[in-house]
């Protein structure tokens, strides 16, 4: 158990729906990770949160979006979904600002029919 | 374009040392180089981290060079249960800005 939670442990919506992953971090860990893992392609770094501030992007959608709230926990928001947003989405924590080790969550297993 | 490389897959035996190698040329100045073993339906786990040189740990080594333009994991005395997809993960600075990148992953499996 990495210490880090995330829910909904799996997730099944239609196109065009807008949905809501959710990720607690482990105790004391103030940056928070988002990934996407779909089966043709590897891991994909969407977006890294500092203490509630944005710290470094990656390939992120225009239609996804993320934040960090004050209690830490961070929120990833998919809109107008597509069936390639079909994938496992990760979260991970780490303590610092630039990323030392991440603990990875368990996922989210997104299914878009 | 910063690119993380990575070979696909790999065989060993169980008892055989393995090394897996990835080329990360546009690795950041001031990033460390990390490994992550992933298990099917699980999320990645953090196997080793350097920066340049040599670094070892109970589990693994990491040889890095010293234009860091690459890394080496190195798993001594394999088993079974070391089967699983190996990546590796540096920061890389593109486009003006800062991303992380993970390699395409090894698939590596131990035999008996």
């Known amino acids: 158990d990495s210490g880090v939670t995330q829910t909904p442990k799996h997730l099944i919506t239609a196109t065009g729906q807008r949905v809501t992953l959710r990720c607690s971090p482990r105790s004391g860990d103030l940056s928070v990770y988002w990934y996407q893992q779909s089966l043709d392609q590897g891991l994909q770094f969407l977006i890294q949160y500092y203490n509630g501030e944005e710290r470094a992007k990656g390939n992120i959608l225009e239609r996804f979006s993320a934040q960090q709230f004050p209690d830490l926990h961070s929120e990833l928001n998919l809109s107008s979904l597509e069936l390639g947003d079909s994938a496992l989405y990760f979260c991970?924590?780490?303590?610092?600002?630039?990323?030392?080790?991440?603990?990875f969550g368990p996922g989210t297993r997104l299914t878009v029919l | 374009l910063a690119k993380t490389t990575q070979p696909i897959s790999m065989d060993s035996y169980e008892g055989q040392e393995v090394n897996i190698t990835c080329s990360h040329n546009n690795i950041a100045t001031n990033d460390y180089i990390t490994w992550y073993q992933q298990f099917p339906s699980q999320g990645p786990r953090f196997i080793i981290q350097g920066y340049k040189t040599k670094v070892t740990n109970e589990v693994a080594s990491l040889f890095i060079p010293a234009d860091r333009k690459s890394s080496t994991l190195s798993l001594p005395r394999v088993s079974l249960s070391d089967t699983a997809v190996y990546y590796c993960?540096?920061?890389?600075?593109?486009?003006?800005?800062?991303?992380?990148?993970f390699g395409s992953g090894t698939r590596l499996l131990v035999r008996p």
């Open positions: 993960l540096v920061g890389a600075e593109m486009d003006s800005s800062y991303k992380l990148i």
């Open positions: 991970a924590s780490s303590k610092g600002t630039t990323y030392n080790e991440q603990f």
